[in-house]
């Protein structure tokens, strides 16, 4: 069974710290071509994440200046998390459950990495792949 460790195994884990502006996540995110990171406090610890959507929510809609905004200030709302020994299954109910389309990962009360839809889309389609090709064969022989 695949876990959420094996889904973000080999993934370097994005994140940004909640006093620099909402200017410098955004870029951030932009250079690693991510859809959010977690938002860690000064000793380390996860709080929040911010996302495309609160970008758009908090900053562009409003008309705020994302150059003085903190991304404390932006940043959405810390509604779940999900285990790294956690399905895929489990973690997409979740996601639904809070309308959110990333979850935070954790290993106990350690923050390790972030986990999207496409990352659970990409599982899904490998498993359903496989399962293809075992009927493929089935059938052939």
Do not use: F
Not at 35 to 51: E, M, N, P, Q, W
Not at 75 to 103: C, F, N, S, W, Y
Not at 118 to 137: A, F, M, T
């Amino acid at each position: 069974m695949i876990t959420i460790r094996d889904v973000i195994r080999d993934r370097e884990p994005y994140s940004v710290r909640d006093d620099i502006t909402v200017l410098e996540a955004a870029n951030y995110m932009a250079n690693r071509k991510v859809g959010g990171v977690c938002v860690l406090d000064g000793d380390g610890r996860l709080i929040g994440i911010l996302t495309e959507r609160d970008l758009l929510n908090s900053i562009v809609l409003p008309c705020r200046d994302p150059a003085t905004l903190t991304v404390k200030e932006a940043m959405g709302e810390l509604q779940a998390v999900i285990e790294t020994k956690d399905t895929p299954r489990e973690a997409l109910e979740r996601m639904e459950l809070i309308g959110r389309r990333h979850l935070p990962v954790v290993e106990g009360e350690r923050w390790v990495g972030m986990l999207s839809m496409r990352d659970i889309l990409r599982v899904e389609v490998s498993e359903q792949g496989d399962e293809l090709k075992l009927l493929h064969e089935y059938i052939s022989h």
